[in-house]
């Protein structure tokens, strides 16, 4: 099952339950309808069980908190957990979860280091220690790890240089 409305991101929740579904369907068409908390903690628990639906969790907690301006307060900590476990060295070695973590960080970044730097500060850490201590990281990874900890440092912008480096193989 596939659930969205035209003109949007499709998401796929067919390994819930009929409850299930149906309680992420309303949090996705209006968030202000269900205890997001709730929601919050149903996403970042299947996420957590199971890694392919991480990078599907991460879209789903995005657009939650786009629709009608929603706040992001109920989502701060099990965002940060599935970043959190997307940060984790077996994760890290695989270069899909690093692009994941990082197009996550680019995307909301921001917006969570406002809410809880502390934990900002600790996902950091564990990204610089994956970067600094590759164990099997591809140099893909580490060039994304390395972009996101300079995007952070320039205050969740990239610079000229930055971008001349980190995309001078991409053309405009």
């Not at 000229?160 to 405009?172: K, L």
Request: with cysteine; net charge negative; charged share 25%.
């Amino acid at each position: 099952m596939v659930m969205g409305d035209p003109g949007r991101e499709e998401y796929k929740i067919q390994s819930f339950d009929a409850e299930t579904q149906q309680l992420l369907k309303t949090a996705l068409k209006d968030p202000g309808a269900v205890d997001l908390e709730k929601v919050a903690n149903v996403i970042v628990d299947h996420s957590l069980q199971d890694c392919v639906f991480s990078k599907e969790a991460g879209r789903m907690c995005y657009a939650i908190i786009q629709v009608n301006n929603m706040p992001m307060m109920a989502l701060v900590n099990p965002v940060y957990d599935c970043l959190f476990r997307l940060a984790q060295p077996d994760s890290l070695s695989k270069e899909e979860e690093v692009d994941c973590l990082v197009l996550q960080l680019h995307r909301v970044g921001e917006q969570l280091e406002k809410m809880n730097r502390q934990r900002m500060d600790e996902l950091f850490v564990l990204i610089r220690d994956g970067f600094l201590l590759p164990s099997g990281l591809s140099s893909l990874a580490q060039l994304l790890l390395l972009e996101i900890i300079e995007f952070r440092a320039a205050g969740w912008k990239t610079t000229p240089a930055a971008h001349q480096y980190y995309y001078s193989e991409v053309s405009d």
